[in-house]
């Protein structure tokens, strides 16, 4: 069983288009971290939300931790192809775990089409 | 954050050799990280490896095929072994950094593309 459900797992969208990517558990994590990975490369993270309803974003990327630390969002807004890529969302402090690991999700490919 | 550089970047090796990838980091750390990866898929953790102890393996990894060193805080090599077809995959190390005081955030390098034949 994956602790850390990412959906959708692919997304293909056109430019200038609206989506959010899903990341859901049943657990209560300390932290979520959401990655972007390009081909070739690693993953870079995007952004870490600590605080239960915490919003952050990043110029057209708005990232949420629910209210119980057990989920979160991605919203990125008039995609463009640059937003291509494997987005990945990681859970850090699983309860009981060990704080300095992470849990990922399964990935989310998105592919922007100009 | 943190600059981690891989050796090598890719390789196509033959079943039954095995091959060490290094990985460096421009600052000290104290964990480093081992994972595989397929192209397109999530990350899976192979092993942590401390410096100046013996790595910890995850399920499903074992030490006599996939050996980690950790001489120092700057440094860390996987090696796989006897590799097999089944081995090829994308290999990435990260480090791990303290942020804000209250969380665990994870760099990782570019990530070493392995083909076994």
């Known amino acids: 069983t994956q602790l850390l459900e990412q959906s959708p797992q692919f997304l293909s969208i056109q430019e200038g288009e609206n989506l959010t990517v899903y990341c859901n558990s049943s657990s209560v994590f300390s932290s979520l971290q959401w990655y972007r990975q390009e081909p070739g490369e690693g993953p870079v993270l995007l952004v870490t939300v600590v605080t239960g309803g915490e919003v952050k974003k990043l110029k057209r990327l708005t990232f949420q931790f629910g209210d119980a630390r057990k989920d979160s969002s991605l919203h990125i807004t008039a995609a463009q192809p640059g937003d291509t890529g494997l987005y990945l969302c990681a859970g850090e402090g699983v309860s009981g775990g060990s704080n300095y690991k992470l849990t990922f999700g399964k990935g989310t490919l998105l592919t922007v089409n100009p | ?117």
């Open chain 2, 1 to 117: 954050s943190a600059v981690i550089s891989q050796k090598p970047s890719r390789d196509i090796c033959q079943r039954g050799t095995s091959l060490t990838i290094q990985c460096q980091v421009d600052s000290q750390v104290t964990m480093m990280f081992w994972y595989r990866q397929q192209p397109g898929q999530s990350l899976t953790l192979i092993a942590t490896a401390n410096q100046g102890s013996e790595a910890t393996y995850e399920s499903g990894f074992v030490i006599d095929k996939f050996p980690i060193s950790r001489p120092n805080l700057t440094f860390s090599t996987l090696t796989v072994s006897n590799m097999s077809p089944e081995d090829s995959s994308i290999y990435l190390c990260s480090v791990s950094r303290l942020a804000g005081g209250r969380t665990y955030e994870q760099y990782f390098g570019p990530g070493t593309r392995l083909t076994v034949t």
